[in-house]
C-alpha cells in the first residue's frame, strides 16, 4: 500500500506489517497499536487527512490479511462506511459486506470490539452473498442501502454508477443537511447540543458521494468525491471551496476530541473552546447553504425533518 512519506516512521512501519498479519495475535496487536501511535500523532499536530488516509487503509490491510481470512473461514470482505471510503477516524463504525459461502465473521467483530474499535454490522445483516445476489441487491437498493454500496468502491461502486439516477444520493445528503443555528436572545444558544459528525461531518460526506456519482466518478474519499464533483461542474468552485475547508475544520476538530477521549459524550456549545465553537458554527452554516443552492440547482426540495441520528458510517 501506498504510505504518505511525510508520516512518522513508526506509523509506516505498522502500515507494512497490517497486510501480512498470520495470525490472530498479531491482528489484535496490530489494531491495538495502531490507536496508540494514532493518539500520539494527534497530539504532535499531524495532518487529520493523513491520519484519516493512513489508518483507513490500516484497518482495511488487516481485513484482507491471512490472519482475518484464517478467523472467518476464508470470507471476502468488502469495506464499506468511513474505512472504504478512506475517511475512517477510530471511533468510526467499521463495516463490511460478505461475499462468499460458509463464511462466519462474529469472531472477528468480536476481536475488532476487544480491542476498543467498533465493529457494526450493516443494514444487511452478517450473511454472506455470492456477488450476483449483492450485484442484484444493488440495482434494487433504496437511498439508505444505495450509501453501503457507493462507500464499498470496486464492483460495489460500479454498479451504482450504472442506475440511471443519482437522486436517492441527494435526498440522502440534504435529508441530513446541518440543524438551523438555535438562537437564545438573539445570540447563538451556548447550550445547544453538537455532534460533530452528524451535524457537520456527515452532511459533507452525504454530498461528496452524491457530487462523485453524478461526476460518474470512481474515487470513494470524500475529498477526492468533492474534486471530481468540481471537474465536472456537478459542483461549483465556491461549493468546492467550502465543503473542503468545513471537511477539514470537522476532521481536525473531531480528531481533538477522540485525541482527549471526549468524543463520545454529549457535548454543548459551551464545552468547546471559543475558537472551536467559532469554527464549527461557521463550517455547519457554509454546508447548510451549500446543500441548499444544490437543491435549488436540481430542483429537489428541502425534507421538513432533519433525522437525530446517521447511518453508521
Known amino acids: 500500500m501506498a504510505v504518505i512519506n511525510v508520516l512518522h516512521s513508526s506509523l509506516v512501519e505498522l502500515a507494512e506489517q497490517a497486510p501480512l498479519c498470520a495470525d490472530i495475535p498479531t491482528v489484535r496487536g496490530v489494531l491495538a497499536e495502531s490507536q496508540e501511535l494514532l493518539r500520539n500523532a494527534t497530539n504532535h499536530n499531524a495532518d487529520a487527512h493523513e491520519l484519516l488516509s493512513w489508518f483507513s487503509a490500516l484497518v482495511s490491510d488487516v481485513l484482507h490479511s491471512p490472519g482475518v481470512q484464517e478467523l472467518t473461514g476464508g470470507a471476502q470482505l468488502i469495506v464499506t462506511g468511513a474505512v472504504g471510503r478512506g475517511d475512517a477516524l477510530p471511533a468510526s463504525p467499521i463495516r463490511w459486506l460478505t461475499v462468499g459461502e460458509n463464511t462466519d465473521t462474529s469472531r472477528l467483530s468480536e476481536l475488532i470490539a476487544r480491542v476498543g474499535l467498533t465493529p457494526d454490522k450493516t443494514a444487511f445483516g452478517v450473511r454472506a452473498r455470492t456477488q450476483d445476489q449483492w450485484r442484484s441487491m444493488i440495482r434494487q437498493a433504496s437511498k439508505w442501502e444505495l450509501t453501503l454500496f457507493?462507500?464499498?468502491?470496486?464492483?460495489?461502486?460500479?454498479?451504482?454508477?450504472?442506475?440511471?439516477?443519482?437522486?436517492?444520493?441527494?435526498?440522502?445528503?440534504?435529508?441530513?443537511?446541518?440543524?438551523?443555528?438555535?438562537?437564545?436572545?438573539?445570540?447563538?444558544?451556548?447550550?445547544?447540543?453538537?455532534?460533530?459528525?452528524?451535524?457537520?461531518?456527515?452532511?459533507?460526506?452525504?454530498?461528496?458521494?452524491?457530487?462523485?456519482?453524478?461526476?460518474?466518478?470512481?474515487?470513494?474519499?470524500?475529498?477526492?468525491?468533492?474534486?471530481?464533483?468540481?471537474?465536472?461542474?456537478?459542483?461549483?468552485?465556491?461549493?468546492?471551496?467550502?465543503?473542503?475547508?468545513?471537511?477539514?475544520?470537522g476532521i481536525t476538530l473531531q480528531f481533538r476530541r477522540w485525541a482527549d477521549k471526549v468524543h463520545t459524550q454529549n457535548a454543548q456549545a459551551e464545552d468547546l473552546p471559543a475558537i472551536q465553537r467559532s469554527v464549527f458554527g461557521a463550517s455547519s452554516r457554509n454546508v447548510s447553504l451549500v446543500l441548499r443552492s444544490i437543491a435549488a440547482s436540481y430542483n429537489v426540495a428541502l425534507p421538513k425533518e432533519i433525522p437525530t441520528t446517521v447511518p453508521g458510517d
Not at 201 to 207: G, M, R
Not at 211 to 224: F, N
Open 150 to 249: 457507493a462507500d464499498a468502491g470496486t464492483w460495489c461502486l460500479d454498479e451504482v454508477l450504472a442506475l440511471d439516477s443519482y437522486t436517492p444520493l441527494l435526498i440522502d445528503a440534504l435529508t441530513h443537511r446541518p440543524p438551523a443555528l438555535q438562537t437564545l436572545d438573539g445570540l447563538p444558544d451556548r447550550e445547544v447540543s453538537i455532534d460533530v459528525r452528524r451535524d457537520l461531518l456527515y452532511p459533507i460526506i452525504a454530498l461528496a458521494r452524491w457530487a462523485g456519482a453524478a461526476a460518474q466518478s470512481t474515487a470513494v474519499s470524500t475529498l477526492a468525491r468533492i474534486n471530481a464533483g468540481e471537474q465536472a461542474a456537478v459542483l461549483n468552485s465556491d461549493q468546492a471551496d467550502l465543503l473542503r475547508e468545513a471537511w477539514h475544520a
